[in-house]
């Protein structure tokens, strides 16, 4: 009998837990992504999208992305944007990773990255878009943050398809 009453208190704790993280993901879909985006990228107008964001602790950090997909490439995501940002009490530190980011993913063979910078001193204004070298540290060391985003959104997906998510 205790056992069972055990039971029951953790499903209602990770029920609870579960609704947070509802709550959370639903609350910040699109966490104010530029509205402009790089020169040269195709009208998405038709194309799938979906969006998720979440918060992790170990370091202290908020996601959200939306990701796209191509009607004549219904197996890729062909444009993926995210935002990572850090949330530490530093506003130095808090800084770091917010600027939004971009793949696009042209053929499968030419995928281009970007990076959305906000002027100096002002967070506030319009970002410019920046491509990413090919090759360079900084196009390269963007592959664990996208492959990140892809198992955030492959879990959030299995969970809504487990009946977890609305």
Same mark, same amino acid.
């Given at each position: 009998?205790?056992?069972? &009453? !055990?039971r029951?208190?953790?499903?209602?704790?990770? /029920?609870?837990?579960?609704? #947070?993280? #509802? /709550?959370? &993901? %639903?609350?910040c879909r %699109? !966490?104010?992504?530029?509205?402009?985006?790089?020169?040269?990228l195709?009208d998405?107008? @038709?194309?799938?999208?979906?969006? @998720?964001? /979440?918060?992790?602790?170990?370091p202290?950090r908020? &996601?959200a992305?939306? &990701?796209?997909?191509?009607p004549?490439?219904?197996a #890729?995501?062909?444009?993926?944007?995210y935002?990572?940002?850090?949330? %530490?009490?530093?506003? /130095?530190a808090?800084r770091l990773?917010?600027?939004?980011?971009?793949?696009?993913?042209?053929? @499968?063979k030419? #995928?281009r990255?970007f990076?959305?910078?906000?002027p100096a001193?002002?967070?506030s204004?319009?970002?410019?878009w920046?491509?990413?070298?090919?090759?360079?540290?900084?196009?390269d060391l963007?592959?664990?943050?996208?492959l990140?985003?892809?198992?955030?959104? !492959?879990?959030?997906?299995?969970?809504?398809?487990?009946?977890?998510l609305?």
């Amino acid at each position: 009998m205790k056992s069972s &009453v !055990a039971r029951a208190a953790r499903w209602h704790l990770c /029920a609870l837990a579960l609704l #947070v993280f #509802v /709550a959370l &993901v %639903t609350s910040c879909r %699109t !966490a104010g992504f530029a509205t402009a985006l790089p020169v040269g990228l195709p009208d998405m107008t @038709g194309w799938e999208k979906s969006a @998720g964001s /979440a918060e992790f602790e170990n370091p202290r950090r908020s &996601v959200a992305y939306e &990701v796209f997909v191509h009607p004549d490439r219904p197996a #890729v995501y062909s444009v993926t944007r995210y935002r990572i940002r850090l949330l %530490t009490p530093d506003a /130095a530190a808090e800084r770091l990773g917010w600027d939004e980011k971009l793949q696009w993913d042209r053929d @499968g063979k030419d #995928v281009r990255r970007f990076r959305c910078e906000a002027p100096a001193g002002s967070a506030s204004q319009r970002c410019r878009w920046r491509e990413l070298p090919r090759g360079s540290a900084e196009y390269d060391l963007e592959m664990p943050a996208i492959l990140s985003i892809y198992a955030l959104h !492959a879990r959030l997906l299995a969970e809504r398809d487990a009946g977890r998510l609305r």
